[in-house]
């Protein structure tokens, strides 16, 4: 049981990594000067993206509690 707990902590912060990148390089295209409607997109897909690993976050808690 051990394993499995492992490995959905490993994918979460799989996700995690690949989120803060997206993140990140939305961030650093702003900062360079990049127009605000050229990165609509990515924001509003990094935006849906946190929301689906609060949503994952909240279910490995819960299945951390059950067991």
């Known amino acids: 049981r051990?394993?499995?707990r492992d490995r959905l902590l490993a994918l979460h912060g799989?996700?995690?990594l690949g989120g803060m990148w997206v993140?990140?390089?939305t961030t650093l295209r702003l900062f360079n000067g990049a127009d605000a409607r050229s990165v609509r997109l990515s924001v509003e897909l990094c935006t849906v993206y946190w929301h689906y690993?609060?949503?994952v976050w909240?279910?490995?808690f819960a299945l951390l509690?059950?067991?």
């Open 23 to 25: 993140w990140g390089r």
């Open 58 to 60: 909240i279910g490995l």
């Open 14 to 16: 799989l996700h995690l």
């Open 53 to 55: 690993l609060l949503l």
């Open 2 to 4: 051990m394993w499995i």
């Open 65 to 67: 509690l059950s067991t």
